[in-house]
Structure formats: structure tokens, C-alpha cells
């Protein structure tokens, strides 16, 4: 029977409170007699809105009772998606003078017939990446700021696929792995209920090994998870993915070996902003022991949003290593998984280009306790979830974070369960986990509580 996984993942809270990916405060000053009106700041979700208020017709209106008109002064302080971006008109002039001093850009003009036609220059020409000038605002952003969505924080393509090839890693069929046959009998009544379909044994290489030391359904896994996450202190982002993965047998006399295919979409909103990402991914599942394996997968993603402005795409290759064994009354997974992770250019034109040059290598270490127990008169798998990641290479805003939670999923059928899905659905499960990190933990901070369950 092929096994389809579905699990729900929802936020219990998230910390602090929403900020805008885009601020901009607009002073004017009259040059007749140097009168500044109170500066009026405004919070913006896109990047569209943030261009349309540093125009002069999106902000006149506001210090129009002043006697406001285009001979004032304007000085426009800006964050721009957490880069800060200044630009300003002298008394008496058309002409608009970017200053982003965080990237080296000083001084840089543009004349136009209007104030908001030169803006529309200046726009234009960050679109574009003209002198890579959008590349070097996204190179800042990646390692300065949490707004990044092609990489640098958790939530970021780049982070979405660090999860996913670990994530996949974790839960190839190869971790339905019961320890060797001389361990003591605890370990294969904890793993009966992966195990019990196929209990025969086969020849393999001039050797027997057990068939039933990994799942022979090479399940489809289609998932739905969510989450909201906290970065920099005060950024909230919501997630919500879609992962898919199957597993093909590729040699009939070893049916441990597998190739795999993996992928992924996720939906993601800043605000108001929404951004949309996909990645692909292929490996190949290799036996090292009955017990052991290694998975190296190699993939590609991109990313889109008009919303914030943002093109990317980013080639990955990872090597993993799924070791099942037994340690006192617990079976234990241990997952480890190195990774090599590279932008590439993307241009879409009229929307925006850049072509940052961000390599990291990712290492993510996961250990994972099971241990059955009896719960309201239910045999119940608990799972603990440890792990680590570490980001090194180019310098990115989360270097390093750790999830710790549980997982409490039932061994046979839940008789409501079965009764009220008409025996479509052979276990449920729930999950708990913190989201922190410890060398920054402002940084990035959540919660995060699952569902699932497995047709």
C-alpha cells in the first residue's frame, strides 16, 4: 500500500510585534524662511507602495496645508526592506540624489522633467541593477538584515531548502530502519508497526538481510506545513509549504537502494507582502548496513515576489548520513548532513535583476529518540527532536539555530480515527517545537505544533 503523509504545522505565537519591510520619512522645508513642518513617516508593505510614497504626488497631499510645492526641500529617510536608502531634492530643483551609504553609493543623480519622474529614474535604475547597485542591496541584506527571502535566515529560500533536504533525510524510508538482528527484542516491538508487513527475509550481494530492515511501499509523502517565525526582534514571517517526495526501487536484488525525488513550494507573506518559492531536488539512497545509510541529493529553487522585489534562485547539493541504532530502552536516528548552497543570477524584466554572489557550506545535525509507551491505553511512539544548524561562507544574518521538540504518534490504528476516515487513515501523530538561536537569539525565535497523519 503506498502511505501518504499529510501534517499541518501551526504557530502557537509569535514574538513581538509586525514591522514593515519598507519605512519611509519625508521632511520638506520651505526655502523662503527654512519652515519644516512636522516629517511625516509612513509603513509600507511592497516595494511598489514604497516607490508610489517617495514620489512627490504620494506624499504632497500630506504637507499640502503647509503651502507645500516643488521649490521646498525634501529629504526622504528610507529603509528599504532593512537597507537604509536616502534620498533627497534641494530648493528649487527636479533633480533626486540617492545616498545608500551601507553599500559604498554616494551622491548618485538623476534629472527629471518631475520630482516623481525622477524618482521613476532612480526606481528603474535599482530595478534593473544598473552597476549591480540592487546585488550589493541584496548582498546587505542577506547578511545584515532578517528581510532576505533568497537567503540568510531560516525562512529565506536558502533556509527552506537546508530544512527540506535535512527533513527529507530524516524521513526517507531508510528511517523505518529496525537496528541488526542481535539487538534485544525492545527494538523490533518499537518498530513493529513499520515492519510487520514484511516480515520475510531476501538474498542480497551473495548475503540475507532482513526485508523487513526498511519499508518495501516507497510511499509518496505529500505534506502541508505553516509557521510563523520572528526574526530580527521584531519581523514576523508566516510560512506555509507544501512538500512532496517519493522513493523508486532500482535494484531488485537490493531494494534498499532507492532513487529519490524530492520537492517543495512554499507561500510566504512579510506583512502584507507575499513571495513564492519552489525547489526540486534528486538523490539516490545507498546502503552502508542494514542500519546505515547515505543520501546525497543534489537540486535546484527559485524565488519570486513583486511584493518585495525579489528574484532569486539558488543551486544546491547536499551529502547526508541516516545511522539507526539502539541506546539503552531507546531507538535512536541519527541524522547528519553537510551542504553546499549557491545563488545564481535572475532577471525578469520590468520587475527586477540582480546576481548576488552568496555560497555557503550548511551543516545540520539532528538526533531523534523513539521509545513506545502506553498512553490512555494506547501503544504511543514518543520522538524527541534535537538538532543543530550551522551556516558558514558568505556571512548571512542567522548563522546558527536549533529546534527542539516531541513527537507523540500511535503505533496501530486509532479506532475513531479509522471509523470516521473509513479506514483510510493509519496513524496520527502530534508535534511540539521550539525554534531558537543560540548565538543570536534575537535573531530568530518561535513555535511551532504539528499534525499529522498517514493515509
Known amino acids: 500500500m ?32 527654512g519652515f519644516t513642518p512636522p516629517p511625516q513617516t509612513y509603513e509600507l508593505d511592497t516595494a511598489n507602495n514604497f516607490f508610489n510614497q517617495i514620489k512627490e504626488k504620494g506624499f504632497e497631499a500630506n504637507f499640502k496645508p503647509y503651502g507645500y510645492d516643488s521649490s521646498w526641500g525634501v529629504t526622504a529617510n528610507t529603509l528599504y526592506a532593512g537597507v537604509p536608502i536616502n ?50 542591496i541584496v548582498e546587505y ?20 531548502i537546508v530544512s527540506g533536504n535535512f527533513d527529507f533525510a530524516a524521513n526517507v524510508p531508510s528511517a523505518t530502519v529496525s537496528t541488526p538482528t542481535s539487538t534485544s527484542s525492545s527494538t523490533s516491538s518499537s518498530t513493529s508497526s ?58 531488485s536484488n537490493d531494494p534498499r537502494k532507492k532513487f529519490l525525488l524530492n520537492g517543495q513550494f512554499n507561500y510566504i507573506t512579510v506583512g502584507q507582502a507575499a513571495s513564492y518559492q519552489g525547489s526540486l531536488g534528486i538523490g539516490y539512497m545507498h546502503p552502508l548496513a542494514d542500519n546505515w545509510y547515505l543520501i546525497p541529493t543534489v537540486g535546484y529553487g527559485a524565488i519570486g515576489s513583486q511584493d518585495l522585489a525579489t528574484l532569486g534562485q539558488i543551486f544546491s547539493t547536499s551529502l547526508s548520513s541516516n545511522y539507526q541504532f539502539k541506546f539503552r530502552q531507546f531507538d535512536m536516528g541519527f541524522v547528519n548532513m553537510f551542504g553546499y548552497y549557491k545563488t545564481l543570477p535572475l532577471s525578469i524584466k520590468g520587475t527586477v535583476s540582480s546576481d548576488p554572489n552568496i555560497n555557503n557550506y550548511v551543516f545540520k545535525n539532528g538526533i531523534f529518540p523513539t521509545k513506545v509507551v502506553s498512553l490512555f491505553g494506547h501503544d504511543v511512539k514518543v520522538k524527541g527532536i534535537f538538532t543543530d544548524t550551522e551556516f558558514t561562507g558568505s556571512k548571512v544574518f542567522v548563522r546558527q539555530y536549533n529546534e ?34 543560540i548565538e543570536n537569539p534575537n535573531n530568530f525565535e518561535g513555535y511551532d505544533i504539528g499534525i499529522s497523519y498517514d493515509f
Not at 502511505?3 to 520638506?28: D, H, N, Q, R, Y
Not at 541584506?141 to 536558502?158: K, M, Y
Not at 510563523?228 to 526582534?233: L, S, V
Not at 475513531?416 to 521550539?434: A, E, F, Q
Request: aromatic fraction near 6%; proline fraction near 4%.
Open 2 to 33: 503506498k502511505k501518504i503523509t499529510a501534517t499541518l504545522v501551526l504557530s502557537v505565537c509569535s514574538w513581538g510585534a509586525f514591522a514593515s519591510s519598507f519605512e519611509a520619512t519625508v521632511t520638506v522645508t520651505n526655502p523662503a524662511d
Open 87 to 136: 534620498v533627497t531634492f534641494a530648493p528649487n530643483s527636479n533633480r533626486a540624489i540617492l545616498d545608500i551609504p551601507s553599500i559604498g553609493v554616494q551622491g548618485l543623480t538623476f534629472d527629471g522633467t518631475t520630482r516623481s519622474n525622477s524618482t521613476k529614474q532612480m526606481e528603474t535604475y535599482l530595478r534593473n541593477d544598473t552597476n549591480h547597485t540592487y546585488t550589493k
Open 141 to 160: 541584506q542577506v547578511a545584515n538584515t532578517p528581510n532576505s527571502q533568497i537567503a540568510g535566515n531560516p525562512t529565506s529560500l536558502q533556509g527552506q
Open 194 to 251: 513499520s515492519s510487520s508487513s514484511s516480515s520475510s527475509s531476501s538474498t542480497s550481494g551473495g548475503r540475507t538481510s532482513k526485508a523487513s530492515s526498511v519499508s518495501s511501499a516507497n510511499p509518496l509523502m505529500v505534506g502541508v506545513g505553516g509557521g510563523t517565525y520572528t526574526q530580527g526582534g521584531k519581523l514576523d514571517i508566516s510560512v506555509i509549504s507544501v512538500p512532496v517526495s517519493k522513493a523508486f526501487e532500482i535494484d
Open 404 to 437: 527542539v521538540g516531541i513527537e507523540l504518534a500511535s503505533v496501530k490504528k486509532v479506532g475513531w480515527l479509522d471509523s470516521i476516515s473509513h479506514g483510510l487513515v493509519d496513524s496520527l501523530s502530534l508535534s511540539g517545537k521550539y525554534v531558537f538561536s
